[in-house]
C-alpha cells in the first residue's frame, strides 16, 4: 500500500506539534500549547483520513491500523484535561504515549489490503472500533494517572484536583466501554443473529467493563483506601489490554474467536 510510504512524514510533523505543544505548555503558554497539540491531532487525523479513502475501508482491521488511533486518541486525552484542568504533564507524556505507537507501526509495518470479511462490512464497524479506542485511551491516561501518583508522586497524598482528573478518566472511559459494548452487541445480533456469545474477546471485555465498575463503585465510598484503587487501576488497565490485543495469543482464541486482529 503506496499510502504507508507517507506515514513517516506525517507521524513526524504531528510528533513535531505535539511536542512543540507539550514545550508551551511548561512554559505557561496555554494557547501556543493547544495551538500547537490541535495542529498536530490535525496533521495526524488527516493522514488517517487520506489512508481511508485509499484502502476503500476504515483502517481498522489490523492491530497497526488499531494503534494509529491510539496515537490519535493518546494527545486529543492530554489536550482535554490540559486545557480543562491546566494539568500539563499529562498532556507531555500523552505525547511520549503516542510516540511509542507510532514507533511500533514504523518498527514493524503491515501489508494494508483493502480485503474485509463480510462481517465487518457492517455500518456498525467503524463506530464500535472508534468508540472502544476513544475508551482505550481515556482508561489509558487514568493508569497513567495512577502510575505517576503510585510511584512519582513521592509519596505524598494526591490532591483533590487529581484524585478529580482521575476519576473523570475512568468515567468518562468506562461509559464510552458501555457504549462500546452495547454497538458490538447490535453489530453481533446483525452479523450473526446473536447479541451475545461469551466469545473471548467478549468474556475479557466483560470483565473489563466489571473491573472499571468496581473502581467507581469504590471511590464513590470517599473513605477507602486510596492506594488500593490506584492499585485496582493498574489491574484494570492490564485487562484492558488483554481485551485489546492480548487474546489474540490466547489459545483459546486462535481459530475461533471472530474478534482476533489481524496480525499483518
Known amino acids: 500500500m503506496q499510502i504507508w510510504n ?10 513535531l506539534f505535539w511536542s512543540l505543544g507539550a514545550f508551551f505548555s511548561w512554559k505557561g503558554k ?7 497539540t490541535v495542529a498536530g491531532l490535525a496533521v495526524f487525523l488527516s493522514y488517517v483520513i487520506v489512508l481511508w479513502t485509499a484502502l476503500d475501508r476504515p ?6 491500523e488499531t494503534r494509529l488511533w491510539y496515537s490519535l486518541f493518546l494527545p486529543l486525552m492530554g489536550l482535554i484535561v490540559y486545557s480543562r484542568w491546566n494539568y500539563k504533564w499529562l ?3 500523552s505525547t511520549v504515549l503516542a510516540a511509542v505507537f507510532i514507533t511500533i507501526n514504523l518498527l514493524k509495518p503491515e501489508i494494508h489490503s483493502k480485503t ?6 457492517s455500518p456498525w464497524f467503524a463506530p464500535h472500533v472508534i468508540i472502544y479506542m476513544m475508551a482505550y485511551a481515556l482508561l489509558g491516561a487514568a493508569f497513567v494517572m495512577a502510575a505517576y501518583l503510585l510511584f512519582f508522586h513521592h509519596h505524598q497524598a494526591p490532591s483533590d484536583k487529581e484524585w478529580t482528573i482521575t476519576d473523570n478518566l475512568v468515567y ?6 458501555t457504549l462500546g459494548m452495547l454497538s458490538g452487541a447490535l ?5 450473526w443473529g446473536n447479541y451475545w456469545a461469551w466469545d473471548p474477546k467478549e468474556t475479557w471485555a466483560a470483565a473489563t467493563w466489571l473491573a472499571y465498575l468496581v473502581y467507581i463503585h469504590y471511590r464513590l465510598r470517599k473513605q477507602g483506601n486510596m492506594r488500593f484503587a490506584l492499585w485496582v ?14 487474546i489474540n495469543y490466547l489459545p483459546s482464541a486462535k481459530g475461533t474467536s471472530v474478534h482476533t486482529y489481524y496480525m499483518n
Open 30 to 36: 496555554k494557547a501556543l500549547a493547544v495551538g500547537a
Open 91 to 93: 498532556l507531555s507524556f
Open 172 to 177: 468518562v472511559g468506562w461509559a464510552f466501554l
Open 116 to 121: 474485509m470479511m463480510p462481517a465487518l462490512q
Open 187 to 191: 453489530w453481533a445480533k446483525m452479523a
Open 6 to 15: 507517507f506515514f513517516l512524514i506525517f507521524a513526524l510533523a504531528a510528533m
Open 233 to 246: 487501576l493498574i489491574v484494570n488497565f492490564a485487562l484492558l489490554q488483554m481485551c485489546w490485543w492480548g
Open 59 to 64: 483502517p481498522m482491521r489490523t492491530m497497526g
